[in-house]
């Protein structure tokens, strides 16, 4: 037996449970070790009858006295246990439904448990009905007598999450051997002596028994942490190993800050750059002008100014004789960043082309691109992935920036660090990451930050709206010279899902509602030119209101329109819900984010909250990721980062900044783990980490 053998191979288990708990996403014993309880319930205390607290839950325990079966309802029976503890009865109730027509017995297996005379414990909530005390039960376990060893009660309790055909007593029962027979088998580092001399780490065979079977809440909260720190250092310690990596590559390209292109693209601005920009401009240039590949993460939240220091680096690039490339998620995305930047550098004689599928299409077409991007003739190259495919061959390629960088996977990352010879790389979000986040998931690159809006922008008020109210609000605004986006997930209406789509709501509303004003409908499907027409017209005002589907979720830039109104806006994540609302408040206008929404789940209802209470994008960032975790945050669930079993980068993060210090220490005295005494670091991150830590080398 060994950490990676099949779980179905352990006694009790075979192909059939194995089969239902691989829905659980264990396959095998390590599986099966780190699948820690999600919670504990606390059956230490033994509560009498007479004194239980009604509607809360509590354990008690006592003899069974009595047992009868009642019908409620047609379809419905109830088994009653009455059980005294000598203080007082209670009466333990079983809800069952039932088939009239069926003869099975559906309650023989309680039955067959209790028996009147023997002793039972019960879990469950309380309540009095009809001056009876009584109990709805969760829980129960039955003994022959009160001297008998109990495995449910007089103990906190572990809680795991479960699948159709698996109880807690079974799987408690599984991991319990397993933990006995296997825990011996995971790595630990905690008798390394600079971890020792540094934390208070538990040795890691007992925190899994400690997280699995605590005598305390402090017990498990201590072993949790102890599993945690341990991760975060294996974790810690590739990133770092990553960065030296990166750091002794020098490369090639050489800048200086010559101003030719620099100066004459600041004058003609019609803003002048805030501090944060600044600072961060400062940043990314001190690395360009270094003997060192620049490796650095820019964030900015919405509406921050992220590409005016993007467009910085690259005027750097070129006033330096190398060319530049920006890559983006979306087509849309890259045609409003190409027409962006031929607005801005119009004057600087600069030659920027657009690389999609659709401007490859045609053959004479595609043949001038290539030949341009490969000739040196194309400063800039702006496009999707396309950028990366093998066909394009850049002449001097010297800086490769990635816009929302969360989207891409990593071998598309790859592939785009692939193209220079040792291309500075500048990865940028408008979605803002967690501190606990960035050090753990990027902690090999550098961080840049702008953490202030320009000073023309104006704060976005939301509201949760009705749709006729959110409407007439659009319809004054738009006549005191406002514009205005609705949003709709759909693009075409479908038979599945009971939602109003871009199209057909575009019709209905262009000759009701709006029936007075310019509409116009903007989604996907639609061609690069026919978008990009609707944009500029809806930019130059001669619309009033675009329908859209999130394709405006990023980089349009419209400072007249003032009012979004985001449908079915339960559908969409934080993440997505903040991108929408930066659509507007782009200019010295009030501006205001209506969201729509019938949905009444606590967790829609959650989100929809979090949005009328702050427009911060870090806030919403580390609502988003305490509300959905790290893969589904990031979108990286496919792309090998680690899902951590114990630790949470939320709130772990003194235990982060730790184990960052601990790894800086080992690997400062031994960056390749060389010595003996590192040799258990080294066999853990082979066994365990080794394709995380492939993914950390390309960011």
């Known amino acids: 037996m060994n950490l990676s053998s099949d779980i179905k191979y352990i006694k009790g288990i075979g192909p059939r449970r194995s089969s239902l708990l ?14 820690f309880p999600k919670t504990y319930q606390d059956r230490t205390k033994i509560i009498k009858i007479k004194n239980i607290l009604f509607n809360q839950h509590c354990c008690i325990f006592g003899k069974i006295i009595n047992v009868y079966e009642k019908s409620i309802a047609k379809n419905l029976s109830v088994f009653c246990v009455d059980i005294d503890d000598t203080t007082a009865v209670l009466s333990a109730k079983f809800f069952r439904k039932v088939n009239p027509y069926s003869k099975f017995d559906i309650f023989s297996g309680i039955r067959s448990s209790f028996i009147v005379g023997k002793q039972a414990y019960l879990y ?62 995971y790595p630990d580092i905690s008798n390394i002596d600079i971890i020792k001399s540094t934390t208070n780490i538990m040795p890691i065979q007992q925190a899994i028994r400690s997280l699995h079977f605590p005598k305390t809440l402090q017990e498990a909260e201590a072993a949790r942490q102890s599993f945690a720190l341990q991760e975060f250092l294996m974790l810690q310690i590739i990133l770092l190993m990553a960065k030296k990596k990166n750091r002794k590559n020098t490369k090639i390209q050489k800048y200086t800050i010559k101003k030719t292109l620099l ?100 053959k004479k077409q595609r043949e001038e691109i290539l030949a341009n991007i490969s000739e040196g003739k194309t400063n800039i190259i702006i496009g999707t992935h396309s950028v990366m495919e093998d066909r394009i061959k850049f002449k001097n390629i010297s800086l490769v920036i990635i816009d929302e960088q969360h989207r891409f996977g990593v071998m598309q990352k790859v592939s785009a660090l ?49 749709e006729n109210v959110a409407y007439q609000s659009a319809i004054k605004e738009i006549s005191n010279g406002g514009q205005v986006y609705i949003v709709y997930p759909l693009i075409d209406e479908s038979d599945k899902v009971e939602l109003k789509s871009a199209v057909k709501e575009a019709e209905i509303l262009s000759q009701t509602v709006f029936k007075n004003n310019r509409v116009a409908l903007l989604h996907g499907k ?8 609707i944009m500029i017209s809806f930019k130059n005002k001669e619309f009033d209101v675009l329908i859209s589907t999130t394709v405006i979720e990023v980089g349009i830039d419209v400072p007249n329109a003032t009012i979004i109104i985001i449908q079915h806006a339960d559908r969409y994540g934080l993440a ?47 609502e988003d990721l305490e509300m959905r975790g790290p893969g589904e945050f990031l979108g990286t669930k496919q792309h090998g980062f680690p899902e951590f079993k114990a630790g949470d980068i939320v709130k772990d993060i003194k ?45």
């Open 22 to 35: 691989a829905k659980l996403e264990i396959h095998t014993i390590e599986d099966l070790l780190t699948f």
């Open 124 to 185: 469950g909530i309380c309540e009095i009905k009809f001056g009876q005390r009584q109990m709805s039960i969760e829980d129960y376990e039955v003994l022959d007598n009160e001297f008998d060893k109990t495995e449910l009660f007089n103990r906190l309790l572990p809680i795991y999450d479960l699948t159709a055909g698996i109880t807690q007593k079974t799987l408690l029962s599984i991991i319990k051997k397993t933990v006995n027979e296997a825990s011996v088998f």
């Open 263 to 362: 100066t004459p693209f600041k004058n003609q601005l019609s803003f002048d750059f805030t501090k944060a920009q600044k600072k961060v401009i400062n940043e990314i240039f001190s690395d360009m002008t270094s003997n060192t590949v620049m490796n650095r993460m820019l964030m900015g939240d919405v509406g921050s100014g992220k590409t005016v220091v993007a467009l910085s680096a690259i005027l750097l690039a070129i006033e330096n004789g190398y060319q530049a490339a920006i890559i983006v998620p979306t087509e849309i995305l890259a045609e409003q960043h190409f027409l962006t930047f031929k607005n801005i550098l119009k004057n600087l004689n600069i030659n920027i082309d657009l690389v999609t599928s659709s401007t490859l299409k045609t």
């Open 418 to 466: 692939s193209k220079g010879a040792t291309p500075d790389v500048l990865m940028m979000t408008a979605t803002p990451i967690p501190r606990g986040l960035a050090m753990t998931i990027y902690g090999e690159m550098s961080i840049s930050v702008i953490d202030e809006l320009p000073p023309n922008r104006t704060a976005i008020e939301t509201f949760c709206l009705t």
């Open 526 to 533: 639609m061609k690069p030119k026919e978008k990009n027409e």
């Open 576 to 622: 997505t819900l903040h991108q929408l609302r930066g659509r507007v408040g782009r200019g010295k206008k009030k501006s205001y984010c209506l969201l729509i929404s019938d949905v009444k789940s606590k967790t829609s209802q959650q989100r929809l909250k979090i949005m009328t209470k702050t427009t911060d994008g870090f806030k919403i960032a580390s």
């Open 655 to 699: 235990l982060i900044e730790l184990a960052k210090n601990t790894a800086n220490k080992i690997i400062d005295e031994d960056p390749k783990l060389s010595l003996e005494k590192n040799l258990a670091i080294k066999y853990f991150l082979n066994n365990k980490y080794l394709n995380i830590f492939k993914v950390v080398q390309v960011g």
